[in-house]
């Protein structure tokens, strides 16, 4: 079992940043991707930003330039740096990875979510 856990949403002004982490933990033996979706509400999940073991990084038009994914494998841990926010960023942020467990079985874990509201 790997499990993952969000922190670091909240409330901010629009033209605000903030920094969600995700730490994975548990029977990991590798991690491959690692992602960052959001759900709005009355909205589909939708991926924002992937970041791939060797680091390559790809991004939604809506956030390019402005989110920045990057990932501490010694920590397992991904990061998502959100500048410039906008209303419509407001959703309920989710952390996924992919890899292999310790004994090799193949996973796909999620974290709870954090939600990120931003308004004024």
């Known amino acids: 079992q790997v499990q993952l856990v969000e922190s670091g949403g909240g409330l901010v002004q629009p033209g605000g940043s903030l920094r969600l982490s995700c730490a994975a933990s548990?029977?990991?033996?590798?991690?491959?991707?690692m992602r960052w979706y959001r759900q709005a509400p009355g909205n589909e999940r939708e991926v924002v930003a992937r970041?791939?073991?060797?680091?390559?990084?790809n991004y939604a038009d809506s956030v390019k330039a402005r989110f920045i994914i990057s990932r501490d494998n010694a920590k397992n841990t991904v990061y998502l740096q959100m500048n410039s926010l906008k209303p419509e960023d407001t959703a309920v942020y989710y952390c996924?990875?992919?890899?292999?467990?310790?004994?090799?079985?193949?996973?796909?874990?999620w974290g709870q979510g954090t939600q990120v509201t931003v308004s004024s």
């Open positions: 996924n990875a992919d890899g292999r467990t310790w004994d090799r079985r193949s996973f796909i874990s």
């Open positions: 970041i791939f073991s060797g680091g390559s990084t």
């Open positions: 548990g029977s990991i033996g590798s991690i491959n991707a």
